[in-house]
């Protein structure tokens, strides 16, 4: 028995040693936002966050985080009736296509932006490089990213990041 602590709610669960953390966090506790894309840490379908940092749970065992916190696109939201601003600047800069990347787009985004509030082009590109959209959304990632930034910069409340 593994205790995880995800989006601050502590899940009690049975994994068989290296069990990869995103198969813990959708089937076992039902927070199905998680992606699974390849299997091996190379689309950025799987991204979550643990301790604030960006992690492919895709390859990530979930004994090896627990006393961690994980952070899943579910847990990024101030609260359940409010979006995240990077969600927000999602939705206006009609980003997602097909939408199946779109968490972990997300959730490397928000790493981004907790990191470096006001990123360059370069920053946003190197940044977001580990993540694939096989729709081809990537300009429309980057205005996305710069829209959150902006929102971020002229909020009179700086909204908290994760």
Not at 122 to 151: F, L, P, V
Request: proline letters at 6%; hydrophobic letters at 35%.
């Amino acid at each position: 028995m593994i205790n995880l602590t995800i989006n601050g709610k502590e899940y009690p669960v049975e994994a068989p040693a290296g069990m990869p953390l995103l198969w813990v966090i959708r089937e076992q506790c039902e927070l199905t936002g998680t992606k699974f894309g390849c299997g091996i840490a190379q689309c950025g379908a799987c991204t979550v966050h643990v301790d604030g940092q960006p992690i492919r749970s895709c390859i990530t065992p979930a004994s090896s985080v627990e006393g961690k916190t994980i952070t899943t696109i579910e847990g990024i939201a101030p609260d359940e009736n409010t979006l995240h601003v990077v969600q927000q600047a999602w939705i206006e800069e009609q980003t997602p296509q097909c939408g199946y990347c779109q968490s972990g787009q997300i959730m490397s985004a928000v790493a981004l932006l907790n990191e470096n509030p006001t990123p360059s082009d370069e920053e946003i590109e190197q940044a977001m490089s580990g993540n694939i959209c096989r729709c081809g959304m990537y300009g429309r990632i980057k205005s996305a990213i710069k829209r959150a930034s902006q929102a971020l910069q002229t909020s009179t409340s700086n909204p908290q990041l994760q």
